[in-house]
């Protein structure tokens, strides 16, 4: 599985960006993708995820202002993000849950793409 992400820029506080990831590969293996981020000097954090079932959690933080859609036609996960703060910026990573050679579940990552919002 490969997970290839774009999207990213520089946006002032209360502008939107729309970040999206296509999947390719072995992606009937696919189980969750999502989005994470990791601002400078801290943990990678989950900003939204979405399961084969369209389960979606979000990072508390993001709430009612991000919202994450999977299209399995196209195999792309878009992660729409609308009202940034100064506090989204950071690099954001694509992720999938897939099976990998052994039939085991493991984690796939994008390159990351840069968000900065400026204040």
């Known amino acids: 599985v490969q997970l290839q992400a774009s999207g990213g820029g520089l946006v002032q506080a209360g502008g939107s960006l729309r970040l999206s990831c296509a999947v390719s590969?072995?992606?009937?293996?696919?189980?969750?993708t999502g989005w994470y981020r990791q601002a400078p000097g801290k943990q990678r954090e989950l900003v939204a995820s979405i399961t084969s079932g369209r389960i979606i959690n979000y990072g508390g933080s993001v709430k009612d202002r991000f919202t994450i859609f999977r299209d399995n036609a196209k195999s792309t996960v878009d992660l729409q993000m609308n009202s940034l703060k100064a506090e989204d910026t950071g690099v954001y990573y694509c992720?999938?849950?897939?099976?990998?050679?052994?039939?085991?579940?493991?984690?796939?990552w994008g390159q990351g793409t840069e968000v900065t919002v400026s204040s």
């Open positions: 992720n999938a849950v897939a099976r990998d050679a052994t039939f085991a579940f493991r984690d796939y």
């Open positions: 590969g072995n992606i009937f293996s696919v189980n969750n």
